[in-house]
Every structure is written in C-alpha cells, then in structure tokens.
C-alpha cells in the first residue's frame, strides 16, 4: 500500500501559482497518481490524474518525475475560490480502494 | 451529468439508534465507497462494495456495516450509534478500474446526541 505524504497546509496570493507535493515512496509500477480537490461541506472532486512525465488538463498540471516517488500539482494564478484542500492519492492497481491521506489545505489571500 | 446522491444532508440521532445512510448513484458504476471525514484526520474509509452483494471493510469498519442490495445502492448502517459516530460521512462511485475518477455526494452531517 502505497502511503502518500504532504504538507498540511499552504498559504498563497491571488494570481500566484501554487505547486504542491506529494511523497509516494513506496508506489509501485502499475499505479497511478490522482489528484482531488475538497471545497468546504462538499464531496471531493477529481482534478488530475497521471502516470509519469507531465500531464495537463484545464484545472492543473501535474509533474512526476522519472522515479515517480513524488508528484507536484501545480495551479497557474490561483484566485480566491481555489481554497481548498487538495488530497494526492495513490490508485492501486491490484485493489479497487481509493486512501486518502489528510490532504494539504490551500488558502489563497487576496 | 453523473450524480451521487446521499439521502440526508444533516441528521441527528440519539445514542443506541440504528441509522441507515442511504446513497444512490446513476452511473452503473460497479464501485461503491463509504467515508467517514473529521477535522484533522482527512477521509477514513470505512467499506467499500465493487459488486451487487459483495463488500470489503476499510481502514475503520467497527461499529458499522453496510447493504448493498442493488447496483445503485450503498447503504451504510450504525447498528447502536455512539457520539464518536458524530463525523460527516461521504459516498462515493467509481467504475470497475482503479484508475479513474471517483465522484462524491454532497454528505451527511450525523450527529449522535
């Protein structure tokens, strides 16, 4: 079981871009990295989803290096309304679980 | 638009009831998740289902258990509910394989009073 680590908490300002990492040591070959995002008194949400190398969709990019054992989620000019916290998992792929971790709260300041 | 509906945004129980959390999703997803969320501890998860009658426990699966009946359906039961149940729980769906997105419902806010 692939554990994920990262920060708890971050602060940014609006229109900076914010890049946070996760520690995956443990990830083996078949896994996948995923990526959500949690706004308060909601359900989480999918944001990104990778293997290695870079991948980029209209929310995020997401960098994995080649050893794969971190990943970053990187958001271009974050605004006010990105508050929240972002959760890294790791998708096994011999199981059909989804572990979250405690995620990093982002809180972007005007 | 894919949907997972949870039946109650808020409940309030009294210690001893037996709850039921009922969850429905409309994408035939074969998957079924429950969590548990508390301030500081991010998602727990509690069971998860990846088939008509079968279930799995999760990383905290004492004082709870779950049906499911139907595809569609995931229910999540506290036989005797306690006040360290009080949590806000979370259903989720996914299809068979691992490495696509889960879609949450808005929760439940269970308080045990």
């Known amino acids: 079981l692939a554990k994920t680590t990262q920060p708890i908490s971050m602060d940014s300002y609006e229109g900076q871009e914010v890049n946070i990492t996760c520690s995956h040591n443990?990830?083996?070959?078949?896994?996948?990295i995923t990526w959500y995002q949690q706004f308060p008194s909601q359900g989480p949400r999918f944001i990104i989803q990778g293997y290695k190398t870079k991948v980029t969709n209209e929310v995020a990019s997401l960098f994995i290096p080649a050893d794969r054992k971190s990943s970053t989620l990187s958001l271009p000019r974050v605004s006010l309304s990105d508050t929240a916290v972002y959760y890294c998992?790791?998708?096994?792929?011999?199981?059909?679980?989804?572990?979250f971790g405690s995620g990093t709260r982002l809180l972007v300041r005007p | 638009d894919v949907k997972v509906t949870q039946s109650s945004r808020y409940l309030v129980k009294r210690t001893g009831e037996k709850v039921f959390l009922e969850c429905v999703q409309d994408m035939d997803h074969e998957n079924m998740f429950w969590y548990r969320q508390d301030p500081g501890l991010g998602l727990r998860l509690i069971y998860f289902?990846?088939?008509?009658?079968?279930?799995e426990k999760g990383d905290i699966p004492e004082g709870y258990s779950v049906s499911r009946e139907k595809k569609e359906r995931f229910s999540l039961i506290l036989e005797s509910a306690s006040t360290n149940q009080t949590s806000m729980y979370l259903c989720?769906?996914?299809?068979?394989?691992?490495?696509?997105?889960?879609?949450f419902g808005q929760g439940t806010r269970l308080t045990v009073v």
């Open positions: 989720a769906s996914s299809p068979r394989t691992g490495y696509t997105e889960a879609f």
């Open positions: 998992l790791v998708e096994e792929d011999s199981s059909y679980k989804l572990i």
């Open positions: 289902s990846y088939d008509v009658k079968m279930k």
């Open positions: 443990n990830i083996a070959t078949n896994d996948y």
